[in-house]
Nanobody
Framework: QVQLVESGGGLVQAGGSLRLSCAAS????????MGWFRQAPGKEREFVAA????????IYADSVKGRFTISRDNAKNTVYLQMNSLKPEDTAVYSC?????????????????WGQGTQVTVSS
């Protein structure tokens, strides 16, 4: 498995932007598809975005489509989530995850490595 550490969370006003980073170590980063998930208080963890091993294929949840962008730099063993036009309903703990699948994966059970998460809070 691969070890994952997220960073970049924080408090931002509605309409603002944040960029999350997820640094990987331990195994060959390019051998994993990557995803971002989030969990708000009292709610189940939900899919946000995913990217294939080579970065050429991405998938987004409808709730973030057009506002969030997932990307990866295999040379830096890092995956990013650029979040623009943030809304209060985007408030959650955001976690990155690694999947041994080739393409972008949207199902939690497809991922076998998880980071601890980073808090994102959007004020109205």
């Amino acid at each position: 498995q691969v070890q994952l550490v997220e960073s970049g969370g924080g408090l931002v006003q509605a309409g603002g932007s944040l960029r999350l980073s997820c640094a990987a170590s331990g195994r060959t980063f390019s051998g994993y598809a990557m995803g971002w998930f989030r969990q708000a208080p009292g709610k189940e963890r939900e899919f946000v975005a995913a990217i294939s091993r080579n970065g050429r294929s991405t998938i987004y949840a409808d709730s973030v489509k057009g506002r969030f962008t997932i990307s990866r730099d295999n040379a830096k063993n890092t995956v990013y989530l650029q979040m623009n036009s943030l809304k209060p309903e985007d408030t959650a703990v955001y976690s990155c995850a690694a999947s041994p699948t080739w393409g972008a994966a949207i199902t939690i059970t497809q991922y076998n490595s998880w980071g601890q998460g980073t808090q994102v809070t959007v004020s109205s």
